[in-house]
C-alpha cells in the first residue's frame, strides 16, 4: 500500500486542481514528503481509503524519515481500531480547526473532530475529539459526503455491515445439527438466529446486519412486542430468489423464517421486547432477507 507521497514539482494547478494561492504557495511548495494516513481534509480522507488514489497536498508529513514499511501510522491501522461511539447508521463528523492564539495568517494547527449523531446534536463537546489520524483508523464505516452548516465543515460517516452495532453483543453456539446466534443488549436478548441444517452458511456480516436492527437499551427488556398478529403479512420480507418468509406475531415475540424452494427451513429469526417496532422488524427481516438475495450485482 502507497502511502509516501512526494511533493511535486511546482505543478501550476495545484495539488487539488483548485490553483495555488500565495499562502498554500509559501506553505507547501517544496515541502517534505506527506504520508497518505495523515490527512487533513475530507477530500484527503476519502484518499486515504484508498491510498493507490492518495495524491500529495492533503496531509500531514511523513513521521518516519521516508521509512514507510516502518510506519507507526501503518501499524496502528490495524492495531488500534477507532471505535465509533454511536449505534446509529451515520454520523456526522464536524471537523473543528484549531488556530494558536498568535497566528493571523498562518492554517491551523491542528483540528479536532467531534463524533456527533446529526446536525441536531449540539452536546459533542461533552465526548472525546477524534484527530485525522483516528478517523483514518475507523474500520468497517464508509467516508460520505461532506457536510457544510452554520457551525462550520464536517462529513458523514456511513455504517457498513463489516461491523456490529455499538451495544449489541454476539454470542455463537453451535450444536450438532443447528447454530444459534444471540443477541444481547444491556445483557438483555432481545434476537435469536436458529440456522438449521448443520454448518452455517452465511458469514459475520449477517449477524452484524441484524445487530443494526436491534432497539438499544430502552427496548431490551421481556415485555411485549409493540407489533400485532395482524401485521404478520406485512412484517414478512418479500420473497428473494429461491427463499420464502413467513412472519408470526404472537404476544412477546415476533419470528421470521426463512425456507428454500422445497420448503426447507434455512433459518428462524426470533426478536423478542418492546423495542421491536414495526420498522426495526422490518429492518431485521430486510437484512436476512438481503444476505439470502446474495451480494448485490
Ligand atoms: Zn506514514
Ligand atoms: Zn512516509
Ligand atoms: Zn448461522
Redesign the pocket.
Known sequence: MPIHLTAPEAAPGGPDGKGWNRLSLNAHFGQAAQCALRPQRWAALLESQDTRRARWGGFGPCVNGGKCDACPLLAALHDQCTVVPFNAPRVLVRVEPVYPPDAMFAGPAGWRLWPTLGPDDRDYRDRRPWSWEDVVRVHGWEVGRAYVDEHGDGFWLERTTRVPAVGVSIR?KARASF?R?SFAVASTGVAM?H?GGGA?T?DEE?LNAISHACPGPDGADEERVPVRWWQDIQLAPEPVGAYRFAAAVSPYSVRIVARDRELREW?RLTLTGSGWTTERVLAAGGALRAHLAGPAS
Open positions: 455463537s447454530t446466534h438466529l440456522c452455517c452465511h449477517l433459518g
